[in-house]
């Protein structure tokens, strides 16, 4: 039986860039199926009169896998005008998993699952996407994955090159997601155990990146000269390159304050205009979020979760993380705690480390080691690293997109807790609002390119991203006026306002802010 949706007086932005139009739109089954004076009777007529049809807007770094069997209605997202997200970035996706190291991957992620307790089930990327279509998705999902969990389930948390035949293996986890449907390979090279990888690895694993046309998204490694480093990779590898949210990436380099335009744009540009295929993405928001672990001093990550939270409580050990965070002049006021899993620790959570050293009268290496110890590892981070100017210099880039780098999350139950990122739930409203409507850094026309056909394009996805006959009907419909985020960094869990309509696969997911229930999305 085939359904039918028409959206009656819709002013429409189609995601290429060009200008605004009006026309009707018929919607049958999952495609677009027509555009213009539209007189025919449909099962459901929706007027749109004042509003903007868009394309439904995609997420080009997200951390889905992480949470979405917990939230198959995908609510923080969907709520957003989000219709679908990548998953398995920054080099952490929840597969594939070994025999040998699948608990040194769950203990490491618990902080990501906020405590959820999976089965893990899986071993693979295929039988992750066939757990995930048991319970149905409401957002579609385009899988890469993750360089650190191949590394882990090839050799745990050792800090060494692979051997030769290690590094067989991990291209044989490689190759074997990329046939079950992988986009691509992410790293994520700032913290372990991408971070004790070196290029020639990298390299060695882009051969199977080319084979099978993967990209490489990639969460630069830490220090100096992280883009010439990504580029110099690029060159290498000769497979589309995605600097996954450039921001907090080069943001975080203090001696770049301000002077981006001339650095890391120039850079960027300089690449692609010698031909490396490389593009990026940036959350608009001035602070990141991750593991409360990227805390402890990475040499401690070594052998895995347990084996760090041992050598902590090591007086010398204690003495060395002194050290180290006075010579690195490590600012813990600006690195917040956002989530913990036991209940005796609620009270600090949304409270900065200087702080909570301040409440438990500790010194900072004695209250960051207790919350490791209170919360077995399983705690998560926000930390501010940048400038709103450096944000907006970098936004403004043609080829930077907008991103989330969030998680799925939920108002209520285990995702609703503590305090995560606000871009969870807020990006890409704050994306159109912050920008085009109170910044004027670019028209919506294009910032809605940026949203929709630009990622598609990135990603390969050749029918979603434009509204256009034959396309699948992915489409979000929001009112230009009262679009806004409304989730803050001290009240996260709020929906954004002035989302009218989201339509997946042509079922209507979102009907005036209210999620209908529908499971219409795909694994692409
Ligand atoms: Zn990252």
């Not at 969870?424 to 949203?451: N, S, T, W």
Request: hydrophobic share 35%; net charge negative; glycine share 10%.
């Amino acid at each position: 039986m085939t359904h039918s949706i028409l959206i009656k007086n819709a002013t429409i932005i189609d995601g290429t860039g060009a200008p605004w139009y009006k026309a009707d739109i018929a919607i049958t089954d999952d495609k677009i199926t027509g555009i213009g004076k539209i007189s025919e009777n449909a099962d459901k007529i929706i007027d749109a009169r004042g509003s903007i049809v868009s394309p439904g807007w995609i997420d080009v770094h997200n951390h889905a896998d992480h949470t979405i069997l917990g939230n198959p209605e995908a609510l923080s997202y969907v709520h957003q005008g989000v219709t679908t997200v990548t998953m398995g970035n920054c080099g952490l996706s929840m597969y594939p998993l070994s025999e040998e190291h699948r608990s040194d991957l769950i203990e490491y992620m618990k902080p990501f699952t906020a405590g959820i307790p999976f089965k893990y089930d899986w071993t693979n990327l295929e039988e992750f996407n066939q757990r995930v279509s048991e319970i149905g998705t409401s957002i579609n999902l385009v899988p890469f994955v993750g360089h650190g969990s191949i590394r882990i389930a090839t050799m745990g948390f050792d800090n060494r090159a692979p051997t030769d035949s290690e590094l067989q293996q991990m291209k044989k986890y490689l190759e074997e997601s990329m046939k079950q449907g992988g986009y691509g390979m992410s790293t994520g090279l700032g913290y372990p155990p991408g971070l004790y990888s070196d290029n020639s690895e990298l390299i060695a694993l882009s051969e199977v990146l080319r084979e099978y046309s993967g990209m490489y998204s990639t969460h630069m490694r830490g220090e100096d000269g992280n883009l010439a480093d990504t580029i110099n990779l690029g060159r290498a590898m000769k497979v589309p390159v995605e600097v996954s949210h450039l921001g907090s990436s080069c943001g975080s380099r203090m001696n770049l304050r301000g002077r981006h335009e001339q650095t890391t744009l120039k850079e960027l540009d300089d690449a692609r205009k010698e031909g490396i295929d490389i593009t990026a993405d940036i959350y608009p928001y001035i602070a990141g979020s991750s593991l409360l672990s990227q805390v402890i001093p990475d040499w401690l990550h070594e052998g895995g979760v347990q084996r760090m939270l041992e050598r902590i409580q090591e007086p010398e050990v204690q003495a060395r993380m002194a050290e180290e965070y006075e010579e690195l002049g490590r600012d813990f006021s600006k690195i917040i705690v956002s989530y913990v899993k036991s209940t005796g620790n609620k009270d600090i959570e949304g409270m900065n480390i200087a702080a909570i050293a301040e409440k438990w009268e500790k010194n900072i290496v004695d209250t960051v080691c207790k919350l490791m110890t209170d919360e077995k590892g399983e705690a998560m981070n926000i930390t501010f690293w940048g400038t709103e100017e450096d944000v907006n210099t970098m936004i403004k880039h043609p080829a930077v997109m907008p991103c989330s780098d969030g998680w799925i999350l939920a108002p209520t139950g285990p995702l609703g807790a503590g305090k995560p990122h606000p871009r969870c739930y807020g990006a890409f409203p704050r994306y159109i609002d912050q920008y085009v409507k109170q910044k004027h850094l670019f028209g919506l026309e294009e910032a809605i390119r940026r949203m929709t056909s630009m990622p598609a394009t990135r990603l390969g996805l050749q029918d979603r991203g434009i509204i256009r006959e034959g396309m699948k009907a992915d489409i979000t419909v929001f009112n230009p006026e009262t679009i806004k985020d409304t989730a803050t960094f001290s009240n996260p869990h709020n929906y954004p306002t002035g989302i009218d309509y989201v339509i997946i696969n042509g079922k209507p997911t979102v009907e005036q802010e209210r999620h209908t229930g529908a499971l219409a999305g795909e694994i692409l």
